[in-house]
């Protein structure tokens, strides 16, 4: 972080001005907009960049959700005070005994693979390098022993703080291997989402007919996963008969991926069954339509370390989490991909905050698209927040630079906006800041 002389918004503004003046301009946008439309381009420039661009950006059924995330930000409006003294300005937060440098957590988006193989190694370093924590989604592109590792180099502590975000599998026995491996990388926080017990309808990969994980995209938890291994294997030595596939161009090109998304080599992949079992495992096993408040009271027994519960839009919910005794509670309708018609997180985090009261920590997923979406939140009541398809944009247009440049912008705008507000800390801002 620069130094209180050298405000982080006017060093950022500098380092981008100062390349002007030899013609130089931003490769990725800074303006919200701006960014989504260079990411598409860039995406759609590329093999498979349709399928890729339909499964990040879009939306369940019309994009009512996505639109009333938006509608909920914008009608918000900040009302900035006048001649005080914002100089000492402290954007950094604490949370589960951890100092972060800014109220914002990069969101775990699964199957990012579809962008570049590496993509969670990239965004995982994009974000330590600023000292953010990066939740690492249960479906990850890469294993998330690979993704700590990947963080712990490029932070300059050499411990970069990280969460674990859980999607509870059919199989218990999973379910507790993913949490003991999240213990092991000594993950902050276990972020258990509660609202894709069952894939949302939408519209944008149905009319591809693009599922990412049938081509082995986004499931390398699993892949990596010694318990997942002992299922695979029982399916292969129970000869279990999967749907049939028809035979075309395009099934094969699928078979392919599939196997070049399998850990191993590429030729044995082609040849062994464990290829296409692991695939179908997982579409058996992710998803867990019977989850319910029973399997969550058994989670405390189950790990050290602290539970988020992600989803939660209605207060009666957040009040029954807090009273089961979780740590925290995240506002989030999966950015708007499972429910179409849903209310908008920001009036949902309103309505729980007045509900839990000040004390439990709420944290706000899907929405959030610049600097001032954050102060808004925070205004609101919010504890922090996530942010989620504007890092995948700047990983679309240049790789792990273009993730750190977002996040770069994304907190030069908070500090700018804090200050211009009239703000020195969070410790300042309440309701009475929006009007």
């Given at each position: 972080m620069p130094s209180p002389s050298d405000p982080l918004g006017r060093a950022r503004q500098n380092v981008i001005y100062r390349a002007g003046i030899s013609g130089i301009t931003p490769?990725?946008?800074?303006?919200?907009?701006?960014?989504?439309?260079?990411?598409?381009?860039a995406l759609l420039r590329r093999p498979g960049g349709r399928r890729a661009w339909a499964y990040i950006y879009g939306g369940a059924g019309s994009g009512a959700?996505?639109?009333?995330?938006?509608?909920?930000?914008?009608?918000?409006?900040?009302?900035?005070?006048?001649?005080?003294?914002?100089?000492?300005?402290?954007?950094?937060?604490?949370?589960?005994?951890?100092?972060?440098?800014?109220?914002?957590l990069?969101?775990?988006?699964?199957?990012?693979?579809?962008?570049?193989?590496?993509?969670?190694?990239?965004?995982?370093a994009a974000a330590a390098e600023r000292g953010l924590p990066y939740i690492l989604s249960s479906q990850g592109s890469s294993p998330m022993e690979a993704t700590a590792a990947a963080m712990d180099s490029a932070s300059t502590t050499g411990s970069a703080p990280r969460w674990f975000q859980l999607y509870w599998s059919k199989d218990e026995a999973l379910v507790d291997s993913f949490i003991g491996r999240a213990e092991a990388i000594d993950a902050d926080a276990l972020v258990v989402t509660l609202d894709t017990t069952l894939l949302g309808w939408r519209p944008w990969?149905?009319?591809?007919?693009?599922?990412?994980?049938?081509?082995?995209?986004?499931?390398?938890?699993?892949?990596?996963?010694?318990r997942f291994a002992e299922l695979v294997a029982e399916r292969v030595a129970t000869d279990v008969e999967d749907e049939p596939v028809t035979v075309t161009p395009q099934a094969v090109?699928?078979?392919?991926?599939?196997?070049?998304?399998?850990?191993?080599?590429?030729?044995?992949?082609?040849?062994?069954?464990?290829?296409?079992?692991?695939?179908?495992?997982?579409?058996?096993?992710?998803?867990?339509p019977a989850l319910s408040w029973d399997n969550l009271a058994t989670l405390r027994e189950r790990t050290r370390l602290p539970i988020v519960l992600k989803g939660v839009l209605h207060p009666d919910d957040a009040r029954r989490a807090f009273d089961n005794g979780v740590d925290a509670v995240m506002v989030s309708n999966h950015g708007g991909r499972q429910v179409d018609g849903s209310i908008g997180t920001l009036d949902a985090l309103v309505r729980i905050r007045e509900a839990v009261g000040a004390e439990p920590t709420v944290l706000l997923d899907s929405g959030i698209r610049g600097g001032a979406d954050v102060i808004k939140a925070m205004a609101c009541g919010a504890d922090a927040v996530t942010l989620g398809r504007p890092h995948l944009y700047g990983l679309a247009i240049a790789g792990r630079r273009g993730v750190g440049e977002v996040l770069d912008n994304l907190l030069a705008e908070i500090d700018l906006t804090l200050s211009l507000s009239g703000v020195n800390s969070w410790d300042e801002i309440d309701g009475s800041l929006l009007s």
């Amino acid at each position: 972080m620069p130094s209180p002389s050298d405000p982080l918004g006017r060093a950022r503004q500098n380092v981008i001005y100062r390349a002007g003046i030899s013609g130089i301009t931003p490769k990725v946008p800074t303006e919200a907009g701006r960014l989504e439309a260079a990411a598409r381009r860039a995406l759609l420039r590329r093999p498979g960049g349709r399928r890729a661009w339909a499964y990040i950006y879009g939306g369940a059924g019309s994009g009512a959700t996505m639109d009333a995330n938006r509608e909920a930000f914008d009608r918000r409006r900040i009302v900035p005070r006048m001649l005080r003294d914002t100089s000492g300005r402290d954007l950094s937060v604490e949370l589960f005994g951890r100092r972060l440098p800014a109220p914002v957590l990069v969101a775990p988006i699964g199957a990012a693979g579809l962008i570049t193989r590496d993509a969670d190694l990239d965004v995982g370093a994009a974000a330590a390098e600023r000292g953010l924590p990066y939740i690492l989604s249960s479906q990850g592109s890469s294993p998330m022993e690979a993704t700590a590792a990947a963080m712990d180099s490029a932070s300059t502590t050499g411990s970069a703080p990280r969460w674990f975000q859980l999607y509870w599998s059919k199989d218990e026995a999973l379910v507790d291997s993913f949490i003991g491996r999240a213990e092991a990388i000594d993950a902050d926080a276990l972020v258990v989402t509660l609202d894709t017990t069952l894939l949302g309808w939408r519209p944008w990969d149905l009319d591809l007919g693009s599922l990412p994980f049938t081509r082995g995209v986004g499931i390398a938890q699993y892949t990596s996963d010694p318990r997942f291994a002992e299922l695979v294997a029982e399916r292969v030595a129970t000869d279990v008969e999967d749907e049939p596939v028809t035979v075309t161009p395009q099934a094969v090109r699928t078979m392919l991926e599939m196997a070049r998304n399998h850990p191993g080599r590429l030729l044995d992949n082609l040849r062994a069954p464990e290829t296409r079992a692991a695939v179908q495992t997982f579409l058996d096993t992710f998803s867990n339509p019977a989850l319910s408040w029973d399997n969550l009271a058994t989670l405390r027994e189950r790990t050290r370390l602290p539970i988020v519960l992600k989803g939660v839009l209605h207060p009666d919910d957040a009040r029954r989490a807090f009273d089961n005794g979780v740590d925290a509670v995240m506002v989030s309708n999966h950015g708007g991909r499972q429910v179409d018609g849903s209310i908008g997180t920001l009036d949902a985090l309103v309505r729980i905050r007045e509900a839990v009261g000040a004390e439990p920590t709420v944290l706000l997923d899907s929405g959030i698209r610049g600097g001032a979406d954050v102060i808004k939140a925070m205004a609101c009541g919010a504890d922090a927040v996530t942010l989620g398809r504007p890092h995948l944009y700047g990983l679309a247009i240049a790789g792990r630079r273009g993730v750190g440049e977002v996040l770069d912008n994304l907190l030069a705008e908070i500090d700018l906006t804090l200050s211009l507000s009239g703000v020195n800390s969070w410790d300042e801002i309440d309701g009475s800041l929006l009007s």
